[in-house]
């Protein structure tokens, strides 16, 4: 069961507790760290097509086994020289996918996994951050395969209590929400026309101390 509480009518910005298990989360790191995964985040610019570094983000990211690419052929990901461990993170990846499709659809919103992006795992330290941006795209050059990400869900795998930075923040909305582990947080980049919200605008806050740990989960 998995609660939902409105945070803000606009972006139909919700809050989901539950949504996910520690143990899956703390899986995703495991297995993301064993295969050297993690690199600094990358950054797109719109209108480009080429990823840049900028101080805007600093933070370091794992792109995950996309289901998609491997429906039916899990045989031949056995066959790799860590084959156990990408089979456990394709399994992993597959849950959430699902598990996020079901819950737009069980909201009123048909949705199918095939809808939903890589999954990317995220880790801030201390100081690290994501400034304004906005997760819809302007250009289709700078999106997987010329989607476009209507909602976003953020699944926290960290928990800071609130004055330990790492909030995620719409500053056009003057909300603020801070990570705790199991939980996400839910939110419309588009309008209901279809074209972007730039009140969508949001941000990561670096934490104070420790580490902020995230998975991205863009949905067509």
Request: glycine share 8%; net charge negative.
């Amino acid at each position: 069961t998995v609660a939902l509480r409105t945070l803000h009518a606009e972006l139909q910005l919700t809050y989901a507790h539950g949504l996910v298990a520690a143990e899956e989360l703390e899986a995703l790191v495991r297995l993301a760290e064993s295969r050297g995964g993690f690199r600094r985040s990358p950054l797109r610019r719109q209108h480009s097509d080429g990823v840049i570094k900028d101080d805007i983000r600093n933070s370091s990211s794992c792109p995950l086994l996309w289901p998609m690419v491997y429906a039916g052929r899990a045989h031949e990901v056995a066959a790799a020289a860590n084959g156990a461990a990408l089979l456990e993170e394709l399994s992993l990846a597959t849950r959430i996918s699902e598990r996020v499709a079901d819950l737009f659809s069980r909201s009123g919103m048909p949705t199918t996994a095939a809808h939903v992006e890589p999954l990317q795992l995220v880790r801030y330290q201390a100081s690290e951050l994501f400034g304004p941006h906005h997760d819809y795209h302007e250009s289709p050059s700078s999106s997987v395969q010329g989607e476009q990400r209507s909602f976003t869900v953020l699944l926290f795998g960290s928990t800071l209590p609130p004055g330990s930075g790492g909030e995620t923040r719409f500053p056009l909305l003057d909300v603020s929400v801070s990570p705790r582990t199991g939980d996400a947080l839910i939110w419309a980049n588009l309008l209901d026309d279809g074209t972007p919200n730039v009140r969508s605008l949001h941000e990561g806050r670096p934490p104070a101390s420790g580490e902020k740990l995230a998975v991205n989960v863009w949905v067509a």
